[in-house]
């Protein structure tokens, strides 16, 4: 058996047992993909398609039961905890600025028509974000306007306005309190369908009572650490891909499944995440978990930690690497046939808890999120 061919064949075992984790073949370091063994075990510890979670490294306590209500010419309505923490943050982001509480409702409004409270990199022309704003008519940039206290803090404008003098924000509309709540929302957007607002007036009320009570960490967090967690929530749902992504994206590998021109791996997409600050990871776990400060438990992580995982419980079986988001979620690419998700409720999945061995901070977690992590350990578990 020539090198070549031994080399494949290890590579596969990789493939089938090592998760993201590394091996070594003939002293060169070889990442693996996801695991049969995760697949048999439920790994993704989330449902399908659910989990886009809280954007813009805010971490949101959704809390409490969910409204149910009737929306006219809609229909039976469901507020999803994603909707709820959206609607922290906008909420937050006005009570900080001293917006009435008819402004809230107004943006509340806004957001469920334009974007149903989600934060979408996509729309009519270049429209994105929660209000579907737009760069090309002076919103801001793409990046900005994805970063929810950014976009949230241009449709109020008034003197916090991010992106003087126009286009106006809501405080910049003569007479704003004195008009329908519709039409208040339609001087803002200036959209094609004027009538679209009021019909969502009631549950934006309910929403706002809610999103008022919801407790909050680092509402509109910037800085590094939103960056990070930003360009790691922009690629949920790109395919996985062993050995896949770079520090400019997604890349297409001879491991990619029949049909997927390009993806990540578990360490690709940190890596790509991190090199949007200016961070350079190296292309698998070991290398990760090596990098920054240790964060020993559970319970200290902060949003932009990395997350690993261990089939041992030493740091030799780490075979998986995650990005904690706050409020008991992760967000990572999990195995060939999956894509980037969110996990959920991370703490109560005890497949994952059985696994945890640690973290890594790369970056300071304060209310700027910006600079480098401090050299000061929560612990090691070295």
């Not at 990789?14 to 590394?22: D, E, K, N, T, W």
């Not at 010419?73 to 900080?96: C, D, F, K, L, S």
């Not at 901070?361 to 000061?376: E, H, I």
Request: charged share 20%; net charge negative.
């Amino acid at each position: 058996m020539d090198k070549k061919t031994l080399i494949v064949i290890l590579a596969a075992c990789a493939f089938l047992f090592s998760g993201c984790g590394v091996i070594f073949v003939g002293g060169a370091a070889v990442m693996g993909a996801g695991s049969v063994l995760n697949s048999a075990l439920g790994a993704d510890g989330g449902e399908d398609g659910e989990g886009d979670g809280v954007p813009g490294g805010t971490v949101c306590d959704p809390g409490g039961e969910k409204i149910h209500t009737h929306v006219p010419g809609v229909g039976a309505y469901t507020v999803t905890e994603e909707q709820m923490g959206n609607a922290a943050i906008i909420v937050h982001v006005g009570e900080r600025t001293k917006v009435p509480d008819d402004g809230l409702v107004i943006a509340i409004m806004t957001a469920l028509q334009e974007s149903q409270l989600r934060n979408i990199n996509y729309g009519d022309r270049d429209s994105v974000g929660l209000f579907q704003q737009r760069p090309s008519a002076g919103w801001g940039s793409v990046e900005e306007i994805m970063d929810p206290n950014y976009s949230a803090k241009a449709f109020y404008g008034g003197p916090n306005h991010p992106s003087p003098p126009n286009p106006r924000g809501l405080l910049g509309v003569p007479d704003w309190q004195q008009m329908d709540k519709g039409a208040a929302a339609q001087a803002v957007q200036v959209s094609a369908f004027p009538d679209a607002y009021s019909k969502w007036e009631g549950v934006a009320g309910q929403i706002v009572g809610r999103a008022k009570n919801i407790k909050c960490d680092d509402v509109g967090l910037s800085g590094d650490v939103g960056k990070v967690i930003r360009a790691a929530k922009a690629q949920i749902g790109i395919d996985y891909c062993w050995a896949g992504g770079d520090a400019k994206g997604p890349t297409y590998t001879e491991y990619c499944p029949s049909g997927v021109s390009k993806g990540f791996d578990c360490s690709g997409l940190t890596l790509y995440a991190y090199a949007q600050v200016g961070i350079t990871l190296g292309h698998y776990t070991g290398d990760q978990w090596n990098s920054g400060t240790r964060v020993a438990s559970y319970g200290a992580l902060k949003p932009g930690d990395l997350m690993f995982w261990s089939n041992t419980g030493t740091v030799g079986g780490i075979h998986h690497v995650s990005m904690y988001l706050g409020n008991d979620q992760m967000i990572h690419a999990p195995r060939t046939g999956k894509t980037v998700e969110i996990v959920e409720h991370v703490s109560k999945n005890r497949y994952w808890m059985d696994q945890w061995i640690g973290g890594s901070r790369l970056l300071k977690n304060s209310s700027s999120g910006s600079g480098a992590a401090d050299q000061v350990s929560d612990g090691t578990n070295d």
